[in-house]
């Protein structure tokens, strides 16, 4: 049996309702709405934590951040009304990654794209991947225009856009791995290796006492766009284009940011929180637009080149929409707030998964699963033994993928000790069933939502279900507990 070719995009900080099929009305996603009809709609999937690099950890370890000490965005350290809780500035090579697993099990792997997990002693090349093209230490772009100063990407020609680029490189992996396994499994080259080892013969098929050739090696790209993220800087001629649209639909004529309260960090205390009430940023459309091209291209490159029943595309990403702070691009209504925040905003992500001969076209799943879970996932369908010892906290989701309805586990978890710089406050969270509950460390304060009636959470119901109150919490303290999470402590210099 010819092995699953794995395609994992991941997006940076694109919010739930960035994509058309989940709800956007101004932004333009024509090739992932395909790919939503195409494979599977997950609607409650979600981020292991509301800022990037605590989330990229445990996609890569099949660990929630807590348990492998990355609980922040790499170089972050805020205080306020607490001091942040200490964490890991680095991937630790301690861990086995998915892609090592993978590479262990036969795939060429490759990394193309943000990395944002340590410095170049933890670069994708001393996780498990054969290939590193634009993974080192920083979050978010110089510049989205070359020249890009990223020293595992060369500079282009001046004006070449990132996102095309990136998905030009992902695109020569794909064509040269087709052409290197194609001579590999050639009948030239089957005569050549019988020649070299010694059989004389130079017959144009296998003789009976021959085994057959070994399947063509398959691939594992984890293509990782550093858009959306700040700086939002686009191709001029779509964001003219996307003006003409927010002026037509008289987006331009409404209030769209609103001022709120002052932020909570020392960092940031003499600035207000700004909220995004609707979509309407011309230059963040075009981003998304841009993406969702490449998309398009990467998907295209896959049928021109026999691949595409052959091939599982991921799409994700790793926190959720840029909504209250650096330009708030975005509005990720009707969920609540945005990346930063313990609200669903900030961890309900898009996911679409298309496994060609297995997931049903156009299906829809409403089973909550998160990052953790891709290890095992990834393994089980490249029919490769799952190691519970590596990706203790995941649980694979190729049940539901193969159309099943339910998966063994009680909770998810959240924990993220942090500041951070969108408003957010530090805290911690769970979800089982339709309940989440939210514990805020600043003051052990506790909101409980029930989210298939409130997916705004909007209405705290932690007074009225103390019974449930309880319970969630005591769920959560355990697993802290089993995590050995860090919290944050109180800070002796704070000035309200």
């Given at each position: 049996?010819t092995?699953?070719n794995?395609?994992?995009?991941?997006?940076?900080d694109m919010?739930?309702?960035?994509?058309c099929?989940?709800?956007s009305?101004?932004?333009e996603?024509?090739?992932?709405?395909?790919?939503?009809?195409?494979?599977?709609?997950f609607?409650?999937a979600y981020a292991?934590c509301p800022?990037c690099?605590p989330t990229?950890?445990?996609?890569m370890t099949?660990r929630?951040?807590a348990?492998?000490?990355v609980?922040n965005?790499?170089?972050?350290?805020?205080r306020?009304?607490v001091?942040?809780?200490?964490?890991?500035?680095?991937l630790?090579?301690?861990e086995?990654?998915?892609?090592t697993?993978?590479r262990?099990?036969?795939?060429?792997t490759?990394?193309?794209g943000?990395?944002h997990l340590?410095?170049?002693?933890?670069?994708?090349?001393?996780?498990?991947?054969d290939?590193?093209?634009?993974g080192?230490?920083?979050g978010?772009?110089?510049?989205?225009?070359?020249?890009y100063?990223?020293?595992?990407?060369?500079d282009?020609?001046e004006g070449?856009?990132?996102?095309?680029?990136?998905?030009?490189?992902?695109?020569?992996l794909?064509?040269?791995?087709?052409?290197?396994?194609?001579?590999?499994?050639?009948?030239?080259?089957?005569?050549?290796?019988?020649?070299e080892e010694?059989?004389g013969?130079?017959l144009?098929?296998?003789?009976a006492g021959?085994?057959?050739?070994a399947?063509?090696?398959p691939?594992?790209l984890?293509?990782?766009?550093?858009?959306?993220h700040?700086?939002i800087?686009?191709?001029?001629?779509?964001?003219?284009?996307?003006k003409r649209?927010?002026?037509?639909l008289?987006?331009d004529?409404?209030?769209?940011?609103?001022?709120?309260?002052?932020?909570?960090?020392?960092?940031?205390k003499?600035m207000?929180v700004?909220?995004?009430?609707f979509?309407?940023?011309p230059?963040?459309?075009?981003?998304v637009?841009?993406?969702?091209?490449?998309v398009?291209?990467?998907?295209?490159t896959?049928e021109?080149?026999g691949?595409a029943?052959?091939?599982?595309l991921?799409?994700?990403?790793?926190?959720g929409?840029?909504?209250?702070?650096?330009?708030?691009?975005?509005c990720?209504a009707?969920?609540?707030?945005?990346?930063g925040?313990?609200?669903?905003?900030g961890?309900?992500?898009?996911?679409?998964?298309?496994?060609?001969?297995v997931?049903?076209?156009?299906?829809l799943c409403?089973v909550p699963?998160?990052?953790?879970?891709l290890?095992?996932t990834?393994?089980?369908?490249?029919?490769?033994?799952?190691?519970?010892d590596?990706?203790c906290?995941?649980?694979s989701?190729?049940?539901?993928?193969?159309?099943?309805?339910a998966?063994d586990?009680?909770?998810i978890?959240?924990h993220?000790?942090?500041y951070?710089?969108?408003?957010?406050?530090p805290?911690?969270?769970v979800?089982?069933?339709?309940?989440?509950?939210?514990?805020?460390f600043e003051?052990?304060?506790?909101?409980?939502?029930n989210?298939?009636?409130?997916?705004?959470?909007?209405?705290?119901?932690a007074?009225?279900h103390?019974?449930?109150?309880q319970?969630?919490r005591?769920?959560?303290?355990?697993?802290?507990?089993?995590?050995?999470?860090?919290?944050p402590?109180?800070?002796?210099?704070?000035?309200?």
């Amino acid at each position: 049996m010819t092995r699953p070719n794995i395609i994992f995009i991941l997006i940076d900080d694109m919010g739930w309702t960035d994509v058309c099929c989940y709800g956007s009305s101004f932004y333009e996603t024509p090739n992932l709405d395909r790919l939503a009809r195409e494979g599977m709609r997950f609607t409650d999937a979600y981020a292991a934590c509301p800022v990037c690099s605590p989330t990229r950890a445990s996609l890569m370890t099949g660990r929630y951040p807590a348990r492998v000490g990355v609980t922040n965005y790499i170089a972050g350290q805020e205080r306020g009304r607490v001091v942040s809780a200490p964490f890991l500035h680095h991937l630790p090579l301690s861990e086995t990654s998915v892609a090592t697993a993978l590479r262990e099990g036969g795939y060429a792997t490759w990394h193309v794209g943000k990395w944002h997990l340590g410095g170049p002693d933890f670069w994708p090349q001393h996780h498990g991947f054969d290939a590193n093209i634009g993974g080192w230490d920083t979050g978010y772009p110089r510049s989205y225009f070359s020249p890009y100063h990223n020293p595992m990407l060369p500079d282009g020609p001046e004006g070449e856009y990132l996102i095309d680029r990136l998905t030009d490189e992902a695109i020569t992996l794909i064509r040269e791995h087709v052409s290197g396994n194609q001579r590999q499994h050639s009948p030239q080259s089957t005569q050549r290796a019988q020649r070299e080892e010694g059989s004389g013969s130079s017959l144009s098929a296998p003789s009976a006492g021959n085994p057959p050739p070994a399947e063509p090696q398959p691939f594992f790209l984890n293509l990782w766009h550093y858009a959306v993220h700040t700086p939002i800087q686009s191709k001029p001629e779509l964001v003219e284009k996307y003006k003409r649209k927010a002026a037509a639909l008289g987006l331009d004529r409404r209030e769209a940011l609103e001022e709120g309260e002052h932020f909570p960090c020392e960092h940031k205390k003499h600035m207000r929180v700004v909220r995004r009430r609707f979509q309407s940023d011309p230059a963040y459309a075009a981003m998304v637009q841009t993406l969702d091209e490449n998309v398009g291209r990467l998907m295209a490159t896959l049928e021109e080149l026999g691949l595409a029943e052959n091939t599982i595309l991921f799409f994700t990403s790793d926190n959720g929409g840029l909504s209250t702070a650096e330009g708030s691009p975005t509005c990720n209504a009707p969920l609540s707030e945005g990346k930063g925040w313990m609200y669903e905003g900030g961890t309900r992500e898009p996911m679409l998964v298309k496994w060609p001969g297995v997931t049903r076209p156009d299906s829809l799943c409403s089973v909550p699963i998160t990052s953790p879970d891709l290890f095992p996932t990834l393994l089980e369908m490249a029919d490769l033994p799952l190691r519970p010892d590596l990706h203790c906290d995941g649980v694979s989701f190729a049940p539901l993928l193969r159309g099943g309805e339910a998966l063994d586990r009680e909770a998810i978890f959240w924990h993220y000790p942090h500041y951070g710089n969108q408003g957010g406050t530090p805290g911690c969270s769970v979800r089982c069933g339709d309940w989440k509950l939210i514990e805020f460390f600043e003051d052990s304060s506790v909101e409980l939502y029930n989210l298939r009636e409130d997916v705004s959470e909007t209405t705290n119901l932690a007074a009225h279900h103390p019974d449930i109150v309880q319970r969630l919490r005591d769920l959560l303290h355990q697993w802290q507990q089993d995590v050995a999470a860090k919290l944050p402590t109180p800070n002796p210099e704070w000035k309200p």
